[in-house]
């Protein structure tokens, strides 16, 4: 039988998502806030809902991938909301890079209702959404790690599963935005240096994409940063913002100074200052190079 799922955010990453499980032979029912998003899916045979409580089918599957957290908590509990219709049984995939805190709160939300809830953050940009090759980490009940299981095997290509505890993707999620963010602040400076010496930006990144930094996150963010290409944004600076916003907050709660993440909240926030919110994360480098009288 045909399953029919909801799935709520047509964003960079969730249209291409939702393309992936139409292809896959799911029925989907979709919402976004903005309507007009929906339209390419709505020609692939999906059904374009006005509130995303209608997105949900009592004890059903319903999966989020919106901007943060303010967002994600106005579509599960403000007015129209899954959480009342998603029901006894059902389950919420829960996919946006938000705080473990409200991951928590949210799955006790659903608990109280008879439903169930995934946290499942991804890796992985734009171009892997649509290739189907994102990593997901998931955290939560099993019997939500298993009603949510044919979904994401259709989304990614690893499921990596971190326990009962519905934060626990979330703090991988952010640990490992973290790691990339650090990685792109290196490789700025790195690239400034080489420059600044007469070395060509995209030679030295190259070099080390083949060589000692031969993993997707340098040779990806590596070639970005050597051509300096910040449009179009595959990841826009504003959710790079949110994203160490949430590493900060979650290694202050829990008591780990993090240096290196408070310098590049300093730099994002330099970034947003210059008016750089809408363009790819990686245009931190811009000022890299200008303390480096590059530009
Ligand atoms: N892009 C990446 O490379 C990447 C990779 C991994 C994880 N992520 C995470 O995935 C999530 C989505 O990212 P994205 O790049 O797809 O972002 P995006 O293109 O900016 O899309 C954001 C989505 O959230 C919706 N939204 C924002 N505020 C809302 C609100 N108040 N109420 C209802 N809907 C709201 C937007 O609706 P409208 O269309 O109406 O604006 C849109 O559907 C984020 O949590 C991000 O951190 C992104």
């Known amino acids: 039988?045909?399953?029919?799922?909801?799935?709520?955010?047509?964003?960079?990453?969730?249209?291409?998502?939702?393309?992936?499980?139409?292809?896959?032979?799911?029925?989907?029912?979709?919402?976004?806030?903005?309507?007009?998003?929906?339209?390419?899916?709505?020609?692939?045979?999906?059904r374009v809902v006005d509130q995303p409580s209608q997105a949900a089918t009592p004890g059903g599957i319903v999966v989020t991938m919106l901007a943060n957290d303010a967002a994600l908590e106005a579509v599960v509990l403000g007015p129209h909301g899954i959480a009342e219709t998603l029901g006894e049984g059902g389950t919420h995939v829960s996919m946006s890079t938000i705080s473990p805190e409200t991951a928590r709160r949210l799955a006790h939300e659903h608990e109280r209702r008879g439903s169930r809830y995934l946290a499942a953050p991804v890796f992985g940009r734009p171009e892997a959404a649509a290739a189907a090759k994102l990593w997901i980490c998931v955290s939560g009940a099993d019997a939500a790690q298993n009603a949510a299981a044919p979904v994401l095997q259709v989304l990614g290509q690893g499921v990596h599963a971190f326990g009962e505890d519905p934060g626990a993707a979330n703090v991988v999620k952010l640990a490992g935005n973290f790691l990339i963010a650090a990685a792109i602040e290196a490789l700025a400076e790195s690239l400034a240096l080489g420059q600044k010496n007469g070395i060509d930006r995209t030679a030295l990144a190259g070099f080390f994409a083949q060589t000692i930094f031969a993993c997707p996150i340098y040779q990806n963010y590596g070639r970005i940063i050597a051509t300096e290409q910040y449009e179009p944004p595959g990841f826009k600076l504003a959710l790079g913002m949110k994203d160490i916003g949430l590493v900060l907050d979650t290694a202050q709660r829990s008591l780990v100074p993090m240096p290196l993440a408070s310098l590049l909240r300093d730099r994002l926030i330099g970034s947003l200052a210059h008016g750089r919110q809408d363009l790819d994360w990686t245009a931190i480098a811009l000022a890299v190079s200008a303390d480096a009288g590059l530009r």
């Not at 045909?2 to 990453?13: K, N, R, S």
């Not at 029925?27 to 976004?32: M, R």
């Open 1 to 46: 039988m045909v399953q029919t799922i909801g799935f709520i955010g047509l964003g960079q990453m969730g249209e291409p998502m939702a393309h992936n499980l139409l292809k896959a032979g799911f029925e989907l029912s979709v919402y976004n806030r903005t309507r007009a998003k929906a339209e390419s899916l709505a020609k692939q045979g999906a």
